[in-house]
């Protein structure tokens, strides 16, 4: 320390100046380690589908070409200093609707003009009585058992809902199964929400039970404009936000 005041003064103190060895790893080096933790081990070569740091810091031993010797420590710690954490992949499917956009672009502007006369319309299911795991006040270390198996002596059921945007409510029936017929009644159920005779608009998805001949006669001579989603655009209908909470 007292050499170094002397060459470069007070700047010694600098907490982020310590002696030891220099840096053994480029900022090319660094980069490189990055661009192989953010890439599918599939895509090297390698016979697994996510790394480890164990088996990054063997692999990049061994890269032709360059070989980079770090400590699993410190390549743990490297990703964490760059911003890249270890996270679930996710799935994604584009719509091939040809219409795709049209069809959202009114959806958008219906929920935007009139909030108030929107409905969302959509089948839930199949639901079966069946375990369900839950929690309960026991003996220490004796839960309470159910047994895992069941049989649906009675079938399963689907839940026709009916979502409404302005009042923020839903309502719906359960059915042995889909159908022209359930859909139409639980349309015009939508429809007695708001029997003033105004127009109102109803978002569903593409279903050949959801678009008969016989529901379009009806949409039209009641004033019911059903807006379909597009193909494999199932959260474009606000009632799929619902689903979840009610399975659970």
């Not at 929920?111 to 309960?136: K, M, N, Q, Y």
């Not at 199964?177 to 007695?192: D, E, F, V, Y």
Request: net charge positive.
């Amino acid at each position: 320390m007292i050499h170094r005041f002397n060459e470069i003064g007070l700047a010694c103190l600098d907490p982020r100046w310590a002696e030891g060895r220099p840096r053994l790893l480029s900022p090319d080096d660094e980069d490189f380690e990055i661009q192989k933790a953010t890439t599918r081990p599939t895509k090297l070569g390698q016979p697994f589908t996510r790394w480890s740091t164990r088996k990054l810091a063997a692999y990049l031993r061994k890269v032709h070409g360059r070989v980079i010797c770090i400590g699993r420590e410190a390549l743990r710690c490297l990703p964490a200093r760059r911003g890249i954490t270890f996270q679930r992949t996710k799935t994604w499917k584009e719509s091939p609707d040809p219409e795709r956009d049209a069809k959202t672009d009114r959806i958008e502007h219906v929920l935007d003009r009139f909030p108030d006369r929107v409905f969302a319309f959509d089948e839930f299911g199949p639901l079966g009585i069946r375990p369900t795991a839950g929690s309960c006040w026991a003996e220490q270390g004796r839960p309470e058992w159910h047994p895992a198996t069941y049989h649906r002596t009675h079938g399963v059921r689907y839940f026709h809902g009916c979502y409404s945007i302005g009042d923020d409510t839903l309502w719906g029936a359960n059915r042995r199964k889909k159908g022209a017929a359930n859909t139409l009644a639980a349309l015009k159920s939508i429809r007695t929400a708001r029997p003033d005779g105004a127009p109102i608009y109803v978002i569903l998805d593409n279903l050949s039970a959801h678009t008969g001949s016989d529901i379009g006669r009806w949409a039209k001579k009641s004033k019911v404009e059903l807006c379909c989603t597009p193909t494999y655009a199932s959260w474009a209908n606000p009632i799929k936000a619902h689903f979840g909470a009610l399975r659970r």
